[in-house]
């Protein structure tokens, strides 16, 4: 049982990180669009529009993955035993 647990552990480990990486990911994509197109919007109310919807974008994509992440962890033994599970049945199959 314990080797299972390692195995669970470690895919929920590999998963967490996974997620936390596309989310720094998204922040530098969208940082990184407001910048070099901040030049090219000479409005102020669309600029301040821009603003608020990539900040939206940012907030709920986080929180999004942060409950994500926090059911996973809850649930994480049924989540990858089942994974674990189909895995050790599909290289029993080759």
Known sequence: ??????????MYQGD???AWLFV???WVTI???????????PDTGVRA??????AVLLIFNTASVFAM??????DKKFIYSLD???????R???
């Open 49 to 54: 529009v821009v603003l608020i919807a990539a």
């Open 69 to 74: 992440l926090r059911h996973y962890a809850e």
């Open 31 to 41: 940082i990184f669009v407001l910048v070099m197109s901040w030049p090219y919007i």
């Open 1 to 10: 049982m314990s080797d299972l647990n390692q195995r669970i552990e470690a």
């Open 16 to 18: 967490r990180r996974g």
């Open 84 to 90: 674990i599970k189909h895995l050790d049945e599909m």
């Open 24 to 26: 720094v990911a998204l």
């Open 92 to 94: 029993k199959g080759r």
